[in-house]
């Protein structure tokens, strides 16, 4: 077991505020990812990190932002959330036989 | 646009029957493929892999075939059990970048 957590677990927030998620890994795996979860598309990769302050975009991270400043700690920052950014957002790691292993993730909703 | 696409939402099968989820892509570059197995409220589980030098990977009840020529490759579990009901997703990657490419889901389910 990875142990990674996610918190909040569940969200509700007005359109327009600032959102920030966090993941925790307790095994100091490098690679640490956050993706989301809609109907219809799947999973989508945000950002992923491959070492302390070491972040590159995915395919849908226009409105989000990311930060690592620990090896353990991998946040995700909506910066002024849109409804458009409802969604299940899972964090995962990547595991040294390549592998993802996803934390439980958070529901997040933007009224 | 979509790299990787499961074209069946939801399949149904019989208890002890076996099950065909199919997955297919696009990207001649992927070499690895994974499947992942969802329940409500948790996060994605890994169930099993291949790479692009195989054509079949086993693993107990679970067995993935790739058909490179066809970009296609397929889950078959055998026999299904109520507890395999959930979504799966397939996923590729390609040796280079550091991305994997989700399908949009099929949700299993098994009828006792």
């Known amino acids: 077991d990875a142990g990674i957590t996610q918190s909040p677990r569940h969200k509700v927030t007005e359109t327009g505020t600032p959102v920030t998620l966090r993941c925790h890994q307790t095994e100091n795996h490098r690679y640490m990812y956050w993706y989301r979860q809609d109907p219809g598309h799947g999973l989508r990769l945000i950002h992923y990190s491959y070492g302390v302050k070491d972040t590159d975009k995915g395919e849908v991270s226009d409105g989000y932002s990311v930060s690592r400043s620990k090896t353990e700690d991998f946040l995700l920052t909506l910066e002024s959330a849109t409804s458009s950014q409802t969604s299940v957002y899972f964090c995962a790691i990547r595991r040294p036989s390549g592998e993802r292993y996803f934390g439980p993730g958070t529901r997040l909703t933007v009224t | 646009d979509q790299q990787v696409k499961q074209n069946s939402p939801s399949l149904s099968v019989q208890e002890g029957r076996i099950s065909i989820l199919n997955c297919d892509y696009t990207?001649?570059?992927?070499?690895?493929f994974l499947w992942y197995k969802k329940y409500p409220a948790e996060g994605p589980t890994f169930l099993i892999s291949?790479?692009?030098?195989?054509d079949k990977n086993e693993d107990g009840r679970f067995t993935v075939f790739l058909n490179k020529s066809a970009k296609h490759l397929s889950l078959h579990i055998v026999p299904s059990q109520p507890g395999d009901s959930a979504v799966y997703f397939c996923?590729?990657?390609?040796?280079?970048?550091?991305?994997?490419?989700f399908g949009t889901g099929t949700s299993l389910t098994v009828i006792p």
């Open positions: 996923a590729a990657s390609a040796p280079t970048g550091n991305q994997f490419y």
């Open positions: 990207n001649s570059m992927f070499d690895y």
């Open positions: 291949i790479s692009s030098i195989k």
